[in-house]
């Protein structure tokens, strides 16, 4: 009987750039400009950032890859690492629906510091990151949302499937060898939700640990390490350890021609992505009915449970809680007309008026809207007046979803405004156009002088 580590690691070996959609090849281009832009303002504006960029800068190591917002490199996985926590400490990656989880926050640090270590292409770095994504979907949609329910956080546990065979595409590993990199990455996953409680942000080194474990299964199955061949649907495995349901005939679908990358979606606000469908709710009422704070009594949300479970927090207590907040993205949109950078630092969420407003939100989970998750996960938000009227609206795929796409423009345009600050215009507009012809780049250490600030 063959496996599913043995299916998988047949479609990476191989997967040629020469034969991949056009679609395909440019979505990776999206997701990879995306990522670095991303990164980029991590570096730069978080407080995970001085953490890791501190701890780093007193590891004596060769230097191998760049850690991104610094002047200096080091190891490979460390700067996997590094550059992995810097990737989701804003909120801003993209993410999977179906398979609950940010592949970009933990795929493209791993690829991009491999792939410099190698002096690999652009093009090999694309492939690499088109195999994560493939995979780690693959397997994130058949396990939840029952995963996620029980308490893991797929960024951590998923993460680390994509990144493994991402690394073992770019160090060329055999089909055995890929086998056994993914039997030990199923003893690498790791990542709870505890942080939802308290709003620690423990949560950002989630992708971290994957990028760095990812390299690391492969370069021990490459020495030869075993790995079990079953890992994902064996009795003691993956699956039957970390969910109480799960759905195999998603692992194999139409694997190698319905590509999952192609359905990845893109954040146009630096929260939880169960925010934005209620920011754009309240931006609607906001616009079409001209309701104010003032007028407002109370508002209610329908939703899904697993929103319910991770972003109901009307009393959030760090920036992290707040990305993470329903109540707080729409208080801010109603009161402040904006949800970006600026509205989730420390001073911004000591704003009384916004914290008064977010306690007369509530959420609730909607039967009819849960019997259609994963696809739509669906919200409705209903604003009470303080005159009795009442006004409603349903988002059903909010912006920078497949179905509602962020255009290659829109994404610039988000790419510059959180890089133009660190890297200044001029560099992030050379940067870009460096990104966007990726594919050409010879060795994708060219992109290193541009990283270092």
């Keep these: 009987m063959r496996s599913y580590t043995e299916l998988f690691s047949s479609f990476v070996t191989s997967l040629k750039w020469s034969d991949l959609p056009e679609k395909v090849k440019h979505q990776a281009k999206r997701c990879f400009l995306d990522a670095i832009g991303v990164t980029i303002a991590g570096s730069f504006y978080s ?107 797929p960024t951590g546990t998923i993460a680390v499937f994509g990144t493994t065979v991402s690394s073992a595409k770019l160090l060329n590993l055999n089909e055995e060898q890929t086998v056994n990199a993914l039997g030990i990455a199923g003893s690498m996953a790791c990542g ?94 906001k616009k079409n009915h001209g309701v104010r704070t003032e007028d407002v009594e109370k508002i209610n949300i329908k939703t899904h ?48 008026r916004v914290r008064e407003l977010a306690r007369r939100i509530t959420i609730e989970v909607d039967p009819e809207i849960q019997k259609l998750y994963p696809n739509p996960r669906s919200l409705v938000l209903e604003v009470k007046t303080r005159s009795g009227e009442t006004f409603s609206y349903r988002v059903d795929y909010p912006k920078g979803d497949p179905e509602n796409p962020m255009s290659d423009e829109e994404l610039e345009e988000k790419f510059l405004d959180i890089t133009e600050e660190p890297l200044g215009k001029k560099k992030a507009l050379l940067l870009l156009e460096k990104l966007w012809n990726i594919d050409k780049v010879k060795d994708v250490e060219e992109l290193s002088k541009l990283l270092m600030f």
């Design 47 to 153: 407080d995970t950032a001085k953490v890791v960029k501190s701890l780093t800068l007193e590891f004596q190591e060769r230097e191998e890859s760049t850690i991104i917002g610094t002047n200096f490199k080091r190891s490979t996985m460390t700067a996997a690492f590094a550059n992995g926590a810097m990737a989701h400490a804003l909120e801003l990656d993209d993410g999977s629906r179906e398979a609950t989880y940010h592949p970009a926050s933990s795929i493209i640090p791993a690829s991009f510091a491999l792939a410099e270590k190698l002096s690999k292409g652009g093009k090999d770095l694309l492939e690499a990151i088109i195999c994560g994504y493939e995979v780690s979907i693959r397997i994130g949609s058949a396990i939840n949302p029952h995963h996620y329910l029980k308490g893991f956080h």
């Design 305 to 352: 449970l697993n929103a319910k479970q991770g972003s109901d927090i009307p009393d959030y207590r760090t920036p992290l809680h707040a990305r993470l907040s329903i109540q707080y993205g729409v208080a801010s949109m109603l009161i402040r007309g904006k949800a970006g950078l600026r509205e989730y630092t420390e001073e911004s969420i000591k704003d009384e």
């Design 192 to 285: 709870i939700n505890q942080y939802e409680i308290d709003g620690s942000n423990v949560k950002h080194l989630h992708p971290a640990n994957a990028a760095r474990n990812g390299i690391l299964a492969a370069l021990l199955a490459l020495k030869g390490m075993q790995g079990p061949r079953f890992i994902l649907e064996g009795k003691l495995g993956f699956f039957n350890c970390y969910a109480q349901e799960f759905k195999k005939e998603e692992l194999s679908r139409n694997l190698g021609n319905d590509f999952q990358i192609l359905k990845v979606y893109f954040k146009p606000y630096p929260s939880c992505r169960y925010v934005h469908y209620a920011v754009e709710a309240i931006q609607e009422i």
